[in-house]
């Protein structure tokens, strides 16, 4: 039976050859194409959170350990709980921390796509907070209030025509993972790829469309003033080593 199907398909591939060919080129191709798509949502998501470390000097930034590098959905190994939020906002020297989610997005206006990354934004106090560690100010519109929902504020580059085709204006409508956005807001240039190329949303938003709950990509820990940096760091880590179980180095 199987001596039947080889014979089968050889026989196909030889009286086919073109068509074969150009159906093997295709699966190449699309093989290609989802494996850069990966390998460039990951790259970006790398360059994100690094760049994350360098918004302010009273802040100590938490990333998630582990990178995907597998197949979607594998994601990170050890992600950060909501619950450390809670927990190292009483550690000792540290005033307040804030739980941070980071997507690669895909953004499109009038036919014309993008791949940026949307950054979650936190109600109440902590917006505030968020937008004095991230400098964040305003070109034209408003930054977001506690209960926006389908609204977003965008980063300077959108207002460039070759981002998307056209610049964006505000009260615009963006999709962003195929749902439609309002744009209340575009930021000030900063000369910083994450704050000119953002993508913001409030949290609970960024949690529907993206899916994600219970987790943290980054935790941003404000430290108190007067504090010694390096031992609140080492407070820090001694809680995050209790709770993953990890020896200490």
């Given at each position: 039976m199987m001596?039947?199907?080889?014979?089968?398909?050889?026989?196909?591939?030889?009286?086919?050859?073109?068509?074969?060919?150009?159906?093997?080129?295709?699966?190449?191709?699309?093989?290609?194409?989802?494996?850069?798509?990966?390998?460039?949502?990951?790259?970006?998501?790398?360059?994100?959170?690094?760049?994350?470390?360098?918004?302010?000097?009273?802040?100590?930034?938490?990333?998630?350990?582990?990178?995907q590098?597998?197949?979607?959905?594998?994601?990170?190994?050890?992600?950060?709980?909501?619950?450390?939020?809670?927990?190292?906002s009483?550690v000792?020297?540290?005033?307040?921390?804030?739980?941070?989610?980071?997507?690669?997005?895909?953004?499109?206006?009038?036919?014309?796509?993008?791949?940026?990354?949307?950054?979650?934004?936190?109600?109440?106090?902590?917006?505030?907070?968020i937008?004095?560690?991230?400098?964040l100010?305003?070109?034209?519109?408003?930054?977001?209030?506690?209960?926006d929902?389908?609204?977003?504020?965008?980063?300077?580059?959108?207002?460039?025509?070759?981002?998307?085709?056209?610049?964006?204006?505000?009260?615009?409508?963006?999709?962003?993972?195929?749902?439609?956005?309002?744009?209340?807001?575009?930021?000030?240039?900063?000369?910083?790829?994450?704050?000119?190329?953002?993508?913001?949303?409030?949290?609970?938003?960024?949690?529907?469309?993206?899916?994600?709950?219970?987790?943290?990509?980054?935790?941003?820990?404000?430290?108190?003033?007067?504090?010694?940096?390096?031992?609140?760091?080492e407070?820090?880590?001694s809680?995050?080593?209790?709770?993953?179980?990890?020896?200490?180095?």
């Amino acid at each position: 039976m199987m001596k039947d199907y080889l014979q089968l398909a050889y026989g196909s591939l030889k009286n086919r050859r073109l068509r074969s060919w150009l159906t093997m080129v295709g699966i190449f191709i699309g093989i290609a194409a989802v494996i850069s798509l990966i390998g460039l949502g990951q790259g970006l998501r790398v360059a994100i959170m690094g760049q994350f470390n360098f918004l302010t000097t009273d802040v100590l930034t938490i990333q998630a350990s582990g990178l995907q590098t597998g197949p979607p959905g594998e994601g990170v190994v050890t992600p950060l709980l909501e619950s450390y939020v809670a927990d190292l906002s009483n550690v000792p020297g540290i005033d307040r921390a804030i739980g941070r989610l980071i997507e690669s997005a895909r953004i499109e206006y009038h036919g014309f796509q993008d791949f940026s990354f949307a950054a979650s934004i936190p109600d109440g106090q902590d917006r505030k907070e968020i937008e004095r560690i991230a400098n964040l100010e305003l070109d034209q519109g408003r930054l977001l209030k506690d209960g926006d929902v389908n609204k977003v504020v965008l980063g300077t580059n959108y207002l460039d025509p070759e981002t998307l085709g056209k610049p964006v204006q505000l009260r615009d409508t963006v999709l962003i993972q195929d749902k439609e956005f309002e744009v209340v807001g575009i930021l000030a240039k900063k000369g910083s790829f994450i704050i000119d190329n953002a993508i913001l949303l409030n949290e609970d938003v960024m949690r529907s469309l993206f899916d994600v709950n219970d987790t943290y990509d980054v935790i941003v820990a404000v430290v108190q003033p007067g504090q010694d940096m390096a031992r609140v760091k080492e407070r820090v880590e001694s809680y995050l080593r209790k709770e993953r179980d990890v020896e200490k180095a």
